[in-house]
């Protein structure tokens, strides 16, 4: 008798906007999502014992699709905040991270946040970036689809900074930009990411968390981070 399961049953469906290195970006050759994020979640799907998989989408779809149930969960360098709470779920937080500033190389000018003021900032629609950016008086906020064309908008000049996360502001700094830009100033705040699911979705969240208890415990948690971020 054949097995009256549906073929995705055992699939978990997670969305993520994939140009966030290292959290979350496009291996050049295989095309294969690879970083932090996405070993993570595989880790966390293997727990699960589930199929992992990742659909690429904007940052800004992410949560739209949570609440019209197109995805299961989303890990996407998704910081927790309160407002984002009211719409989803977060599970545990997994990643202590906080906004920084990149201005370019030869800036001697712009040293830290204060020094925004009436400046043109590049940041990633929909992030917490942008909410923060907005917040600076007199300041022209212009709002990408992703972080790597708010770095290119940087180095033509079109804006004075670009305000991201760090991890992937020093990423970018050390892989690809270390000649043409540069972090300045201390990080504006501390945040912390978390995977989001529906709102109703409680069961997922807590079998999310467990999974990410356990791989705490285990050592995964730690290699995986090892292998991203070094010691
Ligand atoms: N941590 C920031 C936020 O939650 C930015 C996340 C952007 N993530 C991404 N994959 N592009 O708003």
Not at 177 to 195: F, H, M, Q, R, T
């Amino acid at each position: 008798q054949q097995s009256a399961k549906p073929a995705d049953q055992k699939v978990l469906k997670v969305g993520s906007e994939t140009t966030f290195a290292p959290f979350e970006f496009q291996d050049e050759k295989t095309k294969d999502y690879i970083g932090f994020d996405m070993d993570l979640i595989k880790a966390v799907g293997k727990q699960m014992g589930v199929e992992v998989q990742v659909q690429s989408m904007g940052f800004d779809g992410l949560i739209p699709a949570l609440e019209a149930g197109n995805i299961d969960a989303a890990i996407s360098g998704m910081t927790i905040t309160d407002e984002r709470a009211k719409k989803v779920n977060f599970s545990k937080p997994y990643y202590k991270s906080g906004l920084s500033m990149v201005v370019k190389a030869d800036n001697n000018t712009l040293k830290s946040f204060k020094d925004l003021e009436g400046k043109r900032i590049a940041v990633q629609i929909g992030t917490t970036g942008a909410s923060e950016a907005k917040k600076i008086k007199d300041v022209k906020v212009r709002e990408f689809n992703n972080a790597p064309e708010a770095f290119i908008e940087l180095n033509s000049g079109g804006v004075d900074a670009v305000v991201n996360d760090l991890p992937v502001n020093e990423y970018y700094i050390a892989q690809a930009g270390g000649k043409d830009a540069k972090i300045v100033g201390e990080p504006l705040n501390s945040e912390e990411y978390g995977i989001a699911v529906a709102k109703k979705n409680t069961e997922l969240a807590e079998k999310i968390n467990k999974a990410i208890d356990e791989l705490k415990k285990n050592g995964e948690y730690e290699k995986i981070y090892v292998k991203w971020f070094g010691k």
